[in-house]
C-alpha cells in the first residue's frame, strides 16, 4: 500500500467515526414517552431514568421505563396485549392497554428518527 492510500483509509474511518458518533448521541438523547389515559394526556416520562410508573387514574396498571425503553409490565385486562407488546424505544412506536384505556407513545427530539423516506 502507499503512503496515500494509507491516508485515504485513515480520513475515511475518522469521517465514519464521527458521523456514527454524531447519530448516536442524537438517538440517545431527548426520548421521551407520552403516558394518555381515556385519550387524554396524562404525563411524559423521560426514557434516559429507570423507574415504574402507576398512573393515578388507572392504579391496575404499570408502566416501567429501563434502559431508555418503556413498556407495560402489569395490567388487570385479560389478555395482556399490552404486556406481550414488548418494550419500545423507536420514535412513533405505540403500546395500548385498550380495556384500561392507557396508552404510551415514544417521542423523539429528532422527528426525524424512526421515519421511512419513500423514493418515486
Known amino acids: 500500500m502507499k503512503k496515500f492510500d494509507i491516508i485515504v483509509i485513515a480520513a475515511f474511518l475518522a469521517a465514519a467515526g464521527v458521523t456514527y458518533g454524531i447519530l448516536n448521541i442524537n ?55 399490552c404486556i406481550h407488546t414488548g418494550f419500545l424505544s423507536t420514535a412513533g412506536q405505540t403500546a395500548v392497554c385498550l380495556p384500561n384505556a392507557v396508552s404510551v407513545v415514544v417521542r423523539s427530539e429528532n422527528e426525524s428518527e424512526g421515519v421511512d423516506t419513500v423514493a418515486g
Open 27 to 81: 438517538k440517545s438523547g431527548g426520548k421521551t414517552a407520552d403516558i394518555y389515559v381515556k385519550g387524554r394526556y396524562y404525563t411524559t416520562l423521560p426514557l434516559n431514568k429507570n423507574t415504574v410508573y402507576t398512573p393515578d387514574a388507572v392504579p391496575s396498571v404499570k408502566i416501567e421505563v429501563r434502559d431508555g425503553k418503556i413498556g407495560f409490565i402489569e395490567s388487570d385486562c385479560p389478555d395482556k396485549v
